[in-house]
């Protein structure tokens, strides 16, 4: 193969995939508070209520406050099985 052939028949190279439209490869065990304000559909500050009024799951590790993924699963189902009663 000579390289003039080489030079005429590049394979085109495609564009970089942004990171941020990568599937994550692990699934992660905890969020933040804003994440899990945002995977349930209220503010930050609502998420905080939650905590305070009806039990909405919650964790501090070190200095981080943090939402166990499986636990708030479990607490929405149940406030969607008892009607939204804490």
Request: hydrophobic share 40%; no cysteine; glycine share 4%.
């Given at each position: 193969?000579?390289?003039?052939?080489?030079?005429?028949?590049?394979?085109?190279?495609?564009?970089?995939v942004p990171?941020?439209?990568?599937?994550?490869?692990?699934?992660?065990?905890?969020?933040?508070?804003?994440?899990?304000?945002?995977?349930?559909?209220?503010?930050?500050?609502?998420y905080y209520?939650?905590?305070?009024?009806?039990?909405?799951?919650?964790?501090?590790?070190?200095?981080?406050?943090?939402?166990?993924?499986?636990?708030?699963?479990?607490?929405?189902?149940?406030?969607?099985?008892?009607g939204g009663?804490?």
């Open positions: 193969m000579t390289r003039k052939f080489r030079e005429n028949h590049k394979q085109p190279v495609p564009p970089p990171t941020a439209q990568v599937a994550p490869l692990i699934t992660p065990l905890a969020v933040s508070i804003g994440e899990a304000a945002a995977m349930i559909g209220v503010s930050r500050t609502r209520e939650l905590i305070e009024e009806k039990g909405a799951p919650s964790f501090h590790l070190d200095k981080r406050h943090l939402v166990s993924v499986d636990r708030l699963r479990q607490w929405i189902e149940a406030q969607h099985n008892d009663a804490a």
